[in-house]
């Protein structure tokens, strides 16, 4: 991803429903693209960008946030390459396992990561804000 796609990208995720009001879209994209630990791969359609993912690593685990296809999109395998792009981007980086959360009542995600391989490991996520925006 290019800062220049960060409108489409937005756009893409409130269009695929993994936008939330209380994440800022914009510091989380600036802080993805700062470093050399993360990046946003976005796929692209006719010029247009129509799946994304954003990835990141610890150096121990890798993780992913914002995965998503445009509703227009979906079924079309563009999901799975996509994450398998950013599944590549871990590995040549010596990262040998990913994890994402999946909220609990989304048994779409939940159906997708499945047939992808994906387990569930059946942890409890805890959160803490320690500086709000």
């Given amino acids: 991803m290019r800062l220049s796609d960060q409108d ?3 756009a893409l995720w409130k269009a695929a429903g993994v ?8 510091r989380d994209i600036e802080k993805a693209l700062e470093g050399a630990h993360s990046t946003i791969l976005v796929g692209e359609l006719d010029g247009a960008i129509v799946a994304s993912i954003m990835c990141g690593e610890d150096g121990h685990r890798g993780w992913f946030y914002y995965v998503s296809t445009h509703p227009e ?9 996509i994450s398998k792009a ?9 990262i040998w396992k990913v994890q994402l959360l999946v909220r609990s009542d989304n048994t779409q995600a939940t159906s997708f990561y499945e047939a992808q391989g994906y387990k569930d490991t059946r942890s409890v996520c805890f959160q803490k804000v320690i500086d709000p925006v």
């Fill in 8 to 10: 489409a990208v937005i």
């Fill in 86 to 94: 950013a599944e590549d981007w871990l590995r040549a980086r010596g």
């Fill in 19 to 26: 936008y939330r009001e209380w994440n800022d879209p914009v």
């Fill in 73 to 81: 999109h979906q079924g079309k395998g563009l999901g799975k390459a």
